[in-house]
């Protein structure tokens, strides 16, 4: 089973940019979709990001879109999410997961996450 570490959170400004990186250990992504999710205060954990690792497909959220990019490193077996123009809205713990390229369900096991907190 893939283990996941998920890295690059911190506080920024409005406007301002972060890079998160989903790391995997145990096995690589090549037979995964890798997603990235993310949980605010209060709220229920939303669906934000994903990428297909063999076939590069990538769907984002309507609430991201044009914003956040998804980005695949093999040599490193990471998978990164580039958000720009950040919104205090995006103030979440974000978290990535992973499912077979072929089934829907995504693994029942969630890392600790990474905290994003964007300032007005």
């Known amino acids: 089973q893939v283990q996941l570490v998920e890295s690059g959170g911190g506080l920024v400004q409005a406007g301002g940019s972060l890079r998160l990186s989903c790391a995997a250990s145990?096995?690589?992504?090549?037979?995964?979709?890798v997603g990235w999710f993310r949980q605010a205060p209060g709220k229920e954990r939303e669906f934000v990001a994903s990428?297909?690792?063999?076939?590069?497909?990538?769907l984002y959220a309507d609430s991201v879109k044009g914003r956040f990019t998804l980005t695949r490193d093999n040599a490193k077996n990471t998978v990164d999410l580039q958000m720009n123009t950040l919104k205090p809205e995006d103030t979440a713990v974000y978290y990535c997961?992973?499912?077979?390229?072929?089934?829907?369900?995504?693994?029942?096991?969630w890392g600790q996450g990474t905290q994003v907190t964007v300032s007005s």
């Open positions: 997961n992973v499912r077979d390229r072929f089934g829907s369900m995504w693994n029942a096991d």
């Open positions: 145990g096995r690589t992504f090549s037979r995964y979709v």
């Open positions: 990428i297909n690792w063999s076939t590069g497909t990538t």
